[in-house]
């Protein structure tokens, strides 16, 4: 019974800050990483919430590209000399593990200058209006408010789950306090 509690403990813990829902983004969707067509990393970018824990993709011809995450001056200046990370099979996951900026570009020589560059960024804010975990001592804490839907991003689906997720933990949460009171 304590391992099950402890199990269903974490579970709503990992719900509540949303660690298991990372989102898998394919960088530049249909097009993948490339020159061809212009495709502007910035707006696609733009369009996206990112969070810790999402999965950057990075689709691609390895004969053509590859994929370096670089500091910030090096983003802004296309310099590709000191990469932190390469990654070069062609098709690359990139998990974001920290708030803030990971910048891309592609090392092949005039391929960042000609815009392929993408800027991923975690605002640092996004989460500071989470529920603290005081939910686990007192379920009876209305943790369904859900957040205001933003305008119509292709998002809002999601954050609905997501807020759907939250609340299914909190179910248990109770669930678990009722049972194992009994017990
Ligand atoms: C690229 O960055 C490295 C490391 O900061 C620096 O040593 C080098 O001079 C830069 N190259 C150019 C062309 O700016
Ligand atoms: C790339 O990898 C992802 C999983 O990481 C997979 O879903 C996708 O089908 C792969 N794409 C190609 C072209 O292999
Ligand atoms: C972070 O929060 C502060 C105050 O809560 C706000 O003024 C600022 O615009 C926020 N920054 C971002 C990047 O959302
Ligand atoms: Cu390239």
């Known amino acids: 019974m304590a391992l099950f509690v402890k199990t269903v403990a974490l579970l709503v813990l990992m719900a509540k800050f949303q660690v298991s829902l990372g989102v898998m983004y394919k960088v530049g969707d249909s097009a993948g990483w490339t020159t061809i067509g212009n ?39 296309c310099n590709a000399s000191v990469p932190l990370e390469t990654f070069n099979t062609g098709n690359d996951s990139y998990t974001v593990k920290t708030k803030g900026h990971h910048f891309f570009l592609c090392g092949v020589p005039g391929h960042c200058q000609a815009g392929q560059k993408v800027d991923i960024n975690v605002p640092r804010n996004l989460s500071s209006t989470a529920p603290t975990p005081s939910a686990l001592a007192s379920p009876t804490v209305p943790a369904a408010t859900t957040p205001a839907p933003t305008t119509s991003t292709a998002a809002a689906p999601l954050e609905a789950f997501k807020s759907g997720f939250v609340m299914f933990g909190v179910l248990i949460a109770v669930f678990v306090v009722s049972v194992s009171g009994v017990a």
């Open 39 to 77: 495709v502007n990393y910035k707006q696609w970018a733009a369009t996206k919430t990112f969070q810790v824990g999402d999965i950057i993709q990075f689709e691609y011809n390895s004969q053509f590209h590859n994929v370096m995450r670089v500091t910030h001056a090096m983003y802004r200046s």
